[in-house]
Each structure stands twice: as C-alpha cells, then as structure tokens.
C-alpha cells in the first residue's frame, strides 16, 4: 500500500518507519524543508 504521512516530528517519522517496515511504501511531506532532506 502507498501511505503518506504529513508532518515528519517525532509521531509521523516514528510511524512512517513502522509503516515502511512492515512493507508499505511511505512518502513523508512536512514543511519544514531541512526536516525532510
């Protein structure tokens, strides 16, 4: 399944990497631009 999390603190990349271990394909979107690269 494709998921994308919005907002990448401390919640959103926590769940984005559960998401992406269990098999998902994750894209996280913040607007925070240092955040996401």
């Known amino acids: 399944m ?6 990448s603190g401390y919640v959103g990349l926590t769940q984005a990497a559960v998401l992406a271990h269990v098999g998902h394909q994750v894209v996280c979107a913040d607007i925070d631009q240092p955040r996401i690269e």
């Open 2 to 7: 494709r998921i994308t999390v919005l907002g």
